[in-house]
């Protein structure tokens, strides 16, 4: 008597049903575990090496987007501790050019066509809660990650039928970018505790951060090709100084009390989060950019994460602390604030 047909793949005697076989893989490959957004993002970015190598382009520098990734049905844009990034790093995967992204639930009842397409992972926190035996209530304990899945718009068949709100216009406008990078410093400038001085020297070596007397310093404009060329220099420097003590902190204090300029593995660590800081920025304000760097540089920087990978999470969550620091009186909609439990996102739907 011919064997019952059995849908799924045989192990020891065991049947393992065909829904359940890409998620024992991903959880084999991390362990056992679900994985963390870190480990997630640090899965795709290895596996961009190659391409990245070819291009010489780091992906948060391609520029992509031209505008910070958003939902179009809520005009939300999607930041996050990881959020931005992944969308980021996506979209130089994909060559995705549209900054609009939809909810799986909103793609389902769009009826949009996303047959064979692959979803992009992103996360929301939950609060952890623990009941406080001495006083008999409810304390947060930590905050863990949920995930949920959002389709880039480019990737409907049928995008040219669906009811989807068009681009929205970058509220920074098509205002020239000279006239631009004078409203972005004092955009800037305003939401610092302490204002770095603004300095320009001409002929320098390169511009930089002095740590010491908190100051940035600048080439005049005229030095440079084109304006965006000074707002990237601009930019990288101001989010150097949001590390000085009392403003977030990142530099280590010596003894006399002054910060020191990072050094060495610190030093590759800041450059690292103000690299993350300073391309999103550049999109939010408007400024197109795409930074060429060296195979030497994009083999060193690899080596760090596989090394560390411990260190492209972190550099990520100082990223996104710096971009809504200076951005406090017009703050990015934050979707890092605690969600109670059982409270159902709209945004996740």
Not at 50 to 58: I, T
Not at 118 to 142: A, C, F, H, S
Not at 312 to 324: E, F, H, T
Request: with cysteine.
């Amino acid at each position: 008597m011919p064997s019952a047909k059995v849908f799924g793949r045989k192990r020891k005697g065991k049947t393992m049903p065909k829904n359940t076989r890409k998620k024992s893989y991903r959880r084999r490959k991390s362990g056992g575990k679900k994985q963390t957004p870190e480990q997630k993002i640090l899965e795709y970015m290895l596996g961009l090496k190659e391409e990245v190598l070819k291009r010489e382009v780091m992906p948060w520098d391609s520029g992509r987007l031209g505008h910070l990734p958003y939902n179009p049905f809520t005009d939300h844009q999607y930041g996050g501790s990881f959020n931005l990034f992944m969308l980021q790093v996506r979209a130089f995967g994909t060559g995705w050019t549209d900054p609009r992204f939809v909810t799986r639930g909103k793609a389902k009842e769009l009826k949009a066509d996303f047959r064979g397409q692959r979803m992009t992972q992103l996360w929301y926190p939950m609060q952890r809660k623990e009941v406080n035996e001495d006083t008999g209530e409810e304390e947060i304990v930590g905050v863990y990650y949920r995930p949920f899945f959002v389709f880039n718009v480019e990737q409907f068949a049928n995008l040219s039928e669906l009811d989807i709100p068009p681009l929205s216009v970058s509220e920074w406008g098509d205002t020239p970018a000279a006239e631009r990078i004078e409203a972005v410093k004092d955009h800037m400038l305003a939401n610092f505790k302490s204002p770095p001085a603004m300095r320009e020297e001409a002929m320098i070596r390169a511009p930089h951060y002095r740590p010491a007397t908190h100051e940035v310093v600048l080439p005049p404009t005229r030095e440079y090709r084109k304006p965006e060329r000074f707002a990237q220099s601009m930019l990288h420097e101001l989010v150097h100084a949001t590390g000085a003590p009392g403003e977030l902190s990142r530099f280590k204090v010596n003894r006399y009390g002054s910060p020191c300029t990072p050094q060495g593995a610190d030093y590759a660590y800041e450059e690292m989060a103000t690299q993350f800081a300073t391309a999103s920025l550049l999109t939010q304000y408007g400024f197109a950019h795409e930074r060429k760097t060296s195979a030497d540089y994009i083999v060193s920087w690899y080596s760090a994460i596989e090394d560390k990978p411990e260190l492209l999470g972190s550099a990520i969550k100082d990223a996104m602390a710096v971009i809504r620091y200076v951005n406090k009186d017009n703050p990015l909609p934050n979707s890092d604030d605690y969600i109670e439990d059982g409270q159902v996102l709209q945004e996740a739907a």
